[in-house]
Every structure is written in structure tokens, then in C-alpha cells.
């Protein structure tokens, strides 16, 4: 795990010095999904009869909440890219996505409930989405505290 987190903090400090944005954008990505399936696993103890099913499942979820994650991130540098001229017709673009974004995510999480439920059973899909609600909630808190508000 030390060794993991060592690599973690060598990308962050030397990857934005010898790659292009998107280039780091993308390990940035691989490596967030990376560490929230080693959450879910850890804390969702999923067993071995389940645990092909569950992961498939998973799969396509994590495929789906991607997608909306990338329209946040295209979201998030319109923002950047406006942040010192905003328009209120920029802001209400921003403002439209921000809200379908979300909305759209939770669409993911009841579309998958049932397939999570099936397979590993109610109690246990009401944990993976704490699980999830709780790493979002840290993913948008750092976010948010990087994002300026706009003037």
C-alpha cells in the first residue's frame, strides 16, 4: 500500500511537468477508479459466488458514471476558461450542466440498484451506494475547495 501511494504521489508531483493535460487527466481518472474499487472491495467484502457478477455489474456502472464525470470535467474547464469574462449565457450553461450532471448520476445509481440488489442483495446495494455518495462527497469537496466562486 505504501509503495501504491509513494507512485500516487510521484505522479501527481512529476506527471504535469512531462505530459499533456489531457494525458494527466486521463492517469488522474485511471487512478481515482483504481482506488475506488479497492474501497468498494475493501468495504463491500463481496464473496467469490458473487463476485464475478458483482464486478460486471460494476463495470458498466463505473463505464456510466464516467461518462457524466467527463462532462463535469468539460463542465468544470468551460468554467476555467470563462472564469475572468463570465457572460451570464455562459453561466447559465454552466449552471444547466451542473444540474444534469447530477441529475444524470443518480439516474445511473437507480438504473444499477436493481442489478446490485439481485446479486448481492438489498442491504448490501444500499452499502456500495453509501460507498459511492461517500467518495463522491470527497471527490466534490476537493473540488470545491480548488473552485474559486465567480464574481
Do not use: C
Request: charged share 25%; proline share 2%; aromatic share 12%.
Amino acid at each position: 500500500m505504501m509503495k501504491r501511494n509513494v507512485l500516487s504521489l510521484v505522479l501527481v508531483v512529476l506527471l504535469p511537468f512531462t505530459v499533456s493535460a489531457q494525458d494527466f487527466l486521463d492517469l488522474a481518472k485511471t487512478e481515482i477508479n483504481f482506488e475506488k474499487r479497492a474501497l468498494v472491495a475493501e468495504a463491500m467484502d463481496i464473496p467469490s459466488s458473487q463476485s464475478v457478477e458483482f464486478w460486471n455489474t460494476y463495470s458498466d456502472f463505473e463505464t456510466e458514471i464516467n461518462r457524466i464525470g467527463d462532462q463535469r470535467i468539460a463542465n468544470i474547464k468551460k468554467f476555467a476558461d470563462n472564469f475572468e469574462n463570465m457572460s451570464d449565457k455562459v453561466a447559465s450553461e454552466i449552471a444547466s450542466t451542473y444540474f444534469s450532471t447530477h441529475q444524470d448520476r443518480y439516474k445511473v445509481y437507480k438504473k444499477y440498484y436493481n442489478k446490485f440488489a439481485k446479486t448481492i442483495g438489498d442491504k448490501k446495494a444500499v452499502r456500495f451506494y453509501q460507498i459511492m455518495d461517500q467518495i463522491q462527497l470527497l471527490i466534490d469537496l476537493q473540488i470545491a475547495s480548488e473552485e474559486p466562486l465567480i464574481e
